[in-house]
């Protein structure tokens, strides 16, 4: 079998990378894949926490490099899913410590053995993306739509297209506001996808449920309620190729709002 | 009193109109003028070259106030735009536009003398990327020229389509085509048509 290598990658920091990588995993896990999740964050590693991992982890993406064991070792099982597992980043080393040609090599032997291998991708544009990037032939793109976000994924698409192994890029927008969109104030997901002229994957909305699965160490796609969760499932089936609309976040709700538009729409026809 | 600001609030955002004070639209319009910067490979040094280059060539035509000159990029929908604005304080008559002409030409002749003497392979180069400068701004000038007699103040504009398609796997190359000097490179027998043309006239 090969698997499917796809990068998470952002530019900007704090988007949620990680968070959309635990979630994206644990949700084509849940659907019966085999998934590994890969830390190439190396120094400041947070994948373990997200999924609720961080006392099992014994060896780290660093130790199978410099063979203090084999990567079936290193491979941390998921507490729930036995479908889903990490190789954690090393806490303790930098970025120098790994190579891209390294990276790439466990890449390769993880997809033979996996249908999924999603590799979370540090911030910034240095070596950490190069070697982050190196094993993988799909990217998702995250943003917010703020500015300073944009701008970053903006320069990580264009440097994205100048790899070759890169086959398709993708664009997840995270910490959507519909309530800030409707008022004009924050940009819509059209603005967004007007701007960085890529394909959307997925769009997340902002959910303070987010914050709690953090706590428990439990991505947000196990909560059947939450909103975001449900974003998260759509985005794992739309990378399975199926074609599930995006929730409609912009529907005003209440009374005031459904007249007002009504009002918007006449206006517009006028 | 609570209560009432709501309802003010509600129905003062009933009637305001949409599109105009919101901030997001600020925010696309800031970013869409920063990721074009972004996307070409213009540096600062490359834009002050680029505008002194102007000036020396806008200069033979119209005595304007240089320090006041501005070069900016613009967005005009689905375009960027180059907006140069300069302040012109009067166009130069004929004669003036003459001597001007034959003083750059006799400058131009003078230093070609000096290059022939350099390294031929050098000096070919050089030569090359004169002609590129020339044609960069020949368009403007067609624009600010014909502008300057009606208003004191000339605009001149060479708006730059932004392919549709985004050039991503062209990073190295880069920028939109007619910003980037290094891709005029291929005609410079057509310049030199026109550079004469002008001279001529």
Known sequence: MTGRVIVITSGKGGVGKTTTSANIGTALAKEGYKVVLIDTDLGLRNLDLLLGLENRIVYTIVDVIEERCKLKQALVKDKKNPNLSLLAAAQTRDKSAVNAEQLKDICNQLKEKNDFVLVDCPAGIEQGFQNAVAGASEAIVVTTPEMSAIRDADRIIGLLATKEEIESTKLLLNRVRPKLIQSKEMMSVDDVVGILEIPLIGIIPEDTGIITSTNKGEPIVNDENALAGKAYRNVAQRILGEEVPFLDLDEPKGFVAKVKNIFAKLKAKV | ?201
Do not use: C, H, W
């Open chain 2, 1 to 201: 009193m609570g209560i009432f600001t709501d309802f003010y609030n509600t129905v003062a955002r009933f009637f305001r109109p949409q599109e105009e004070d919101a901030s997001k639209s600020v925010a696309t319009n800031r970013l869409k003028l920063v990721l074009m910067q972004d996307r070409t490979n213009l540096t600062p040094k490359i834009l002050e070259q680029m505008r002194g280059e102007l000036v020396d060539l806008l200069s033979k035509y119209l005595e304007m106030d240089k320090d006041l000159l501005e070069l900016n990029f613009e967005q005009e929908g689905d375009q960027v735009a180059l907006m140069l604005s300069i302040p012109v304080i009067r166009a130069k008559d004929e004669e003036e536009i003459e001597a001007a002409l034959a003083e750059a030409k006799a400058l131009k002749e003078a230093q070609e003398e000096a290059e022939e003497e350099t390294d031929e392979e050098y000096e070919e180069d050089e030569e090359g990327e004169d002609f590129e400068d020339e044609e960069l701004v020949e368009e403007e000038i067609e624009s600010a020229e014909v502008e300057a007699e009606i208003n004191s103040e000339s605009e001149a504009q060479q708006t730059t389509s932004r392919p549709k398609k985004r050039r991503r796997k062209l990073e190295k190359v880069s920028s939109p085509e007619g910003l980037n000097t290094e891709e005029k490179t291929e005609e410079p027998e057509e310049i030199e048509q026109v550079s004469t043309e002008t001279t001529e006239g």
